[in-house]
């Protein structure tokens, strides 16, 4: 694939984040930076000036369906969409009339669609069957002996058993970024949003979806930022070989790199620790600055742990991913 080829799948998957012009200006700005960093990782593609493009409405959705060729190239540019304008877990009136007039214009294969389609679902009705919605608080629980340590002690073996499955999440979602499927992104901010949930409710505090989302955004973590990094990275990697006409269905060799949703999640883990031991009175400057502080020692955790994220992925399939976000 071509850098014309990848920038019109690139711009397809940027409209689709504008389209409910109801972006944050935080989010705005995370989206800016993603595009002036993967256009200088891929060598000078432009993308700094197609976010620009895009933003101030200089690039037609017209123009960027123009640019696909092949059935496949077509196929990834509405996945991506799609994934893109269901970041942050709904889909407005104006994504939904978007991506239905992308999906006209792309006369998409009607069972490659429709299959993609029930991926998606199942991943969501996965989320929404692990994680409450209703917004409920109760006591930590006493019934384990345990309890009956001191408070030191108590403390502290909690916070290891969260580290630990802090450490599993980060683990599994950079895994997860190192494959090729398109399922395989999707699953990184459900899988974000039940490690949130059961950090909170290991302190007594049980939260609803949309309650973990805006927790997740306060910090600066951009939900749709978040899908447009884990896709550029992909493609600009020579990662997604759907692109080419042919679905890669083995860990590519681009992703011998880093994987960068090991240390989104991990810092993203630790900052909810911190926040709902202290009572969930950090502000949201404190919250931007302690994760930020977080992510670069997450950064240099990854590299560590880079052998095992590799070794995990080779392992991974949909009915596994699925299970664990429903948490069996």
Same mark, same amino acid.
């Given at each position: 694939?071509?850098?014309?080829?990848?920038?019109?799948?690139?711009?397809?998957?940027?409209?689709?984040?504008?389209?409910?012009?109801?972006?944050?200006?935080?989010?705005?700005?995370?989206?800016?930076?993603?595009?002036?960093?993967?256009?200088?990782?891929?060598?000078?593609?432009?993308?700094?000036?197609?976010?620009?493009?895009?933003?101030?409405?200089?690039?037609?959705?017209?123009?960027?369906?123009?640019?696909?060729?092949?059935?496949?190239?077509?196929?990834?540019?509405?996945?991506?969409?799609?994934?893109?304008?269901?970041?942050?877990?709904?889909?407005?009136?104006?994504?939904?009339?978007?991506?239905?007039?992308?999906?006209?214009?792309?006369?998409?294969?009607?069972?490659?669609?429709?299959?993609?389609?029930?991926?998606?679902?199942?991943?969501?009705?996965?989320?929404?069957?692990?994680?409450?919605? /209703?917004?409920? +608080? #109760?006591?930590?629980?006493?019934?384990?002996?345990?309890?009956?340590? *001191?408070?030191? $002690?108590? =403390? !502290?073996?909690?916070?290891?058993?969260?580290?630990?499955?802090?450490?599993?999440?980060?683990?599994?979602?950079?895994?997860?970024?190192?494959?090729?499927?398109?399922?395989?992104?999707?699953?990184?901010?459900?899988?974000?949003?039940?490690?949130?949930?059961?950090?909170?409710?290991?302190?007594?505090?049980?939260?609803?979806?949309?309650?973990?989302?805006?927790?997740?955004?306060?910090?600066?973590?951009?939900?749709?930022?978040?899908?447009?990094?884990?896709?550029?990275?992909?493609?600009?990697?020579?990662?997604?070989?759907?692109?080419?006409?042919?679905?890669?269905?083995?860990?590519?060799?681009?992703?011998?790199?880093?994987?960068?949703?090991?240390?989104?999640?991990?810092?993203?883990?630790?900052?909810?620790?911190?926040?709902?031991?202290?009572?969930? /009175?950090?502000? +949201? #400057?404190?919250?931007?600055?302690?994760?930020?502080?977080?992510?670069? *020692?997450?950064? $240099?955790? =990854? !590299?560590?742990?880079?052998?095992?994220?590799?070794?995990?992925?080779?392992?991974?399939?949909?009915?596994?991913?699925?299970?664990?976000?429903?948490?069996?």
């Amino acid at each position: 694939m071509n850098t014309q080829e990848q920038k019109a799948i690139l711009s397809v998957a940027l409209l689709a984040a504008f389209a409910d012009g109801h972006k944050a200006d935080t989010e705005r700005e995370a989206i800016r930076r993603l595009a002036d960093t993967l256009g200088h990782e891929s060598g000078g593609a432009g993308l700094a000036q197609l976010y620009q493009d895009v933003l101030l409405q200089r690039v037609a959705l017209a123009d960027a369906v123009a640019g696909l060729n092949g059935p496949g190239q077509r196929q990834l540019a509405y996945e991506m969409a799609v994934c893109v304008c269901d970041a942050d877990g709904r889909q407005s009136p104006a994504e939904a009339t978007f991506l239905a007039d992308l999906k006209a214009r792309l006369k998409l294969d009607a069972g490659e669609a429709q299959a993609f389609e029930a991926e998606e679902h199942a991943l969501l009705s996965a989320t929404d069957a692990a994680v409450p919605v /209703v917004v409920q +608080t #109760a006591p930590a629980a006493t019934s384990t002996p345990l309890a009956q340590a *001191p408070v030191q $002690q108590v =403390q !502290a073996a909690l916070d290891a058993d969260l580290d630990k499955s802090i450490l599993k999440y980060a683990m599994l979602n950079g895994a997860l970024e190192l494959l090729p499927q398109s399922w395989a992104s999707m699953a990184i901010i459900p899988l974000q949003v039940k490690m949130v949930y059961g950090i909170g409710k290991a302190h007594g505090v049980e939260l609803d979806q949309g309650h973990i989302r805006e927790f997740i955004a306060a910090v600066g973590v951009g939900l749709t930022s978040q899908y447009l990094e884990q896709f550029g990275r992909k493609l600009l990697g020579g990662l997604l070989g759907k692109a080419a006409g042919r679905t890669v269905g083995r860990l590519g060799g681009a992703a011998t790199g880093m994987a960068f949703s090991f240390a989104t999640t991990y810092a993203l883990g630790q900052v909810a620790k911190r926040y709902y031991a202290g009572g969930r /009175v950090m502000s +949201t #400057a404190l919250l931007r600055e302690t994760f930020q502080g977080l992510l670069g *020692p997450a950064k $240099q955790m =990854q !590299a560590q742990y880079l052998p095992q994220i590799q070794q995990k992925a080779q392992t991974l399939d949909a009915a596994q991913v699925l299970a664990m976000v429903r948490g069996a």
